[in-house]
DNA sequence: GTGAAAGCGCTAACAC
DNA sequence: GTGTTAGCGCTTTCAC
C-alpha cells in the first residue's frame, strides 16, 4: 500500500540505497542488469521520489511561487493559464498565493513561499506596498524574482509590463477624437507605477490635445475599487460637479465595471451623456450594455514571458548582470460604450 | 544572512539542538532561563523552523491542496477566497492545482499533491472525469477528501453541494411562468452529477407544468462550453430547428456567456425571441445587454464550509463512521433576460 | 534539566 | 560496480 521508497527497494533487492538511487538516475556507473532490475521493480512496486526530502537535501523543489493581489480577476487568472502551461511543460510547479492588496500579506506570503524553498519569485504588487525591503532582501541573497505587471521602479531585476502609459494616452485620445472633452480618470492609488504612467498617459493625450488638465477630474480609489463604496463615492462626486465629465477613463478591471454599475443606478446613458473607457481583461466586455470600449492587456502571454524569464534566471544563477524589462502593447478594443456622439 | 536553523542557535548558546528544539517548543522540562536565553535569540536572529524539514519528519505540511477545473471562473474563484480565508484562520496554507477539464491533468496534480504530502484534499471533478480510481485509493489509504460542487456518487466522503436539482427546477418554472413553452436546455457532459441533476431538474420542472420533454431541445457540450465553437454549434442547432426555442436554460458559467454570445451575433433579441436563464457566478450579471436572470451559487459558503469539514476531518483522524453531505440553495436572481413577453 | 542518537527519504563523497 | 556514511533541519526517545 503506503508509498515506497529507496530503501524498501534496496531491501527487497538486495543491494544498498545507494546503488538503487544510481541505477534509477540511470547512472554510468551501475551495471546494465542491475539497473534493469531496480528500474523494472520500481516500475512495478510506483516507485516515485519523495519531493520533500528532495527539497531537504537541495534547497530547491522545481516549483515556483506566484503572488498576485487576486485570483477573481480575468486579467491575474488569464496570466496564470500563461505561467502554468510554460511552468508545467519545463517541468516547474506553480503555487498561487493573493496578497488580496495588503501588504502584511504579501510580506506572509513572500516569507512562506521562501521557506517552502520556491526556486523563484513571480509577482505582482498589491496597490498597498510602498515598503519593498522583503523583496530587496531575497534579490540579495540571490533568490530569483520577476515582477510583472504591478512592478517596482527601485528593484533591478527581469519585469514583464505593459505599455500603460500608450494604453492610457490611446484611450484618452479616442475619447477626444469622439468628441468629449470632459474626460475624468478614475484609478487607484498612486504607490502602484502603473496608475503613475497611466495618470501620465492621460494627461499628456490631454495636453498634446490642448485640453486643460483639471485636478478635479481624476478620483483615487484607495483600495482600487475593492470596495464598492468607494468607487461609488468617486463617481458621485464626479456626476454631481457643476460639470460633469463627459467621459470616464476608468484603470483597472474592478473601477470599470463599478463604474459602469454606479452609471446604470444612475440612469445615465452611455455613451450619450457619458462615454466610458476602462483597463479590463473581462470576458464578457462586448456582452455588456452598452458593449464596453476596453483597453485589454495580454494577459496570457505577460504570464508566459515572466515565468520564461524566471526559469532563465534559476538555471543560470551565474550573476546577470544586465536585466531586461519586456514591454507589450495593450489593445484598444472599440465598442459603443466610448462612440461618438458630440463631435 | 541566510536562513538560520536550529543547529546554529545550539552552537551560538553552547546547548544541544534538542535543548534548543524543545526551548523553542516551551516545552516543560527546560529550564525558564535556558528558554527565555533561546527564545531571544532566536527571534533577534529571525529564526523560522524548515517547514519542509518538518513534513519530511511528519509527513504533514499544513497544507491542502485544491483542484479545480480553472481558476478563471468567478465561482470557481470565489470559492477559492472561501477556502482560503478559513484555511488561512486555521493555520492551513493552500495549494491550488486547475485541471482544465482534463482527467489526466487532474491525476497528475493529485498525485503531485500527494507527493508534496497535503494533509487533505478539496476537490471538483473535472468534466472528463469518469474513472474515480485515483480518489479511491487515496481514500482507502486514509487520505482526507472533501469534494464540493461536481462530486462524485460512489465515493464515501464529506461533500459539499448545491441542490441543482431545485436550482434547475425553480429556473425552468421561472421562464414557464413568463410564457415560454419550447424551453432548450445547454448543458456539459453527463458524466457530472450536477449535469444529470440540473437536467433532472429542468425534466420534472416541465413534466409538472404539461410540458412534454423533447430530447432534441437538449444539447450537450463535451468540454463544459470551453470551445466557443463547440457552444456555437450547439446553439445553431437550436437555431435552426423548425420550432426553434423560445427560451434557453444553460447549465453552467461558460455555456451562460457563450450563449449569449451567439444570441447576439445572430440579433436574435432577449428575452422577446429567447429568454436566456444561466448558472452563472459572474459579477457582472446586471451590466449585460440585458441583464441576464442567474441561477447564483454561494460560492464563497461553499468553499468556506468545505474546507471545515475538510480540517476537520484532517484533525479526527478517528475513522468518520458517517460522512456528510452539505447542501446549500441556488438563489434565482431574476432579471430582464427572461421577462414575460408572451403570456 | 540537558545531551546523544536515530530517523524521515534522498544523494554524493569516499571507500573497496 | 557496489556499499558505507554523512548530512539536509527537525523532533523525540532514551540516557544521564
Redesign the interface.
Known sequence: ???ITIKDIARALNLSTSTVSRALRNSYEINAETKKLVMEYAEKMHY?P????L??RDSKSKSIGVIIP?????FF??L??GI?SIAYSLGY?T??F?SHESYEREVANT??LV???VDGLLVSLSSLTTDLVHFEELIE?GMPIVFFDRVPNDIETHKVVVDNFLGSYEATEHLIQSGRRRIAHLTSPIYLSIATERLAGYKKALEDNGIAFDESYVKYCHHGGKLTTENEAAMQELLSMPEPPDAILAASDRLT?GC??VL?KNHIRIPEEIALVGFTN???A??????LTAVVQPAMEMGQQAVELLIRLIENPKKISKFETRSFKTSLMVRESSAGSRS
Open positions: 500500500m503506503e508509498t516515485r519523495n519531493p520533500i526530502a527539497s531537504l487576486e485570483i477573481a480577476n480575468n487568472s488569464q496564470i493559464n502554468e510547479h503555487v498561487i493573493q516569507n512562506y521557506s517552502r524553498k541573497k465595471s459602469l454599475s446604470h473581462i470576458g464578457v462586448d456582452l455588456l450594455n452598452p458593449p
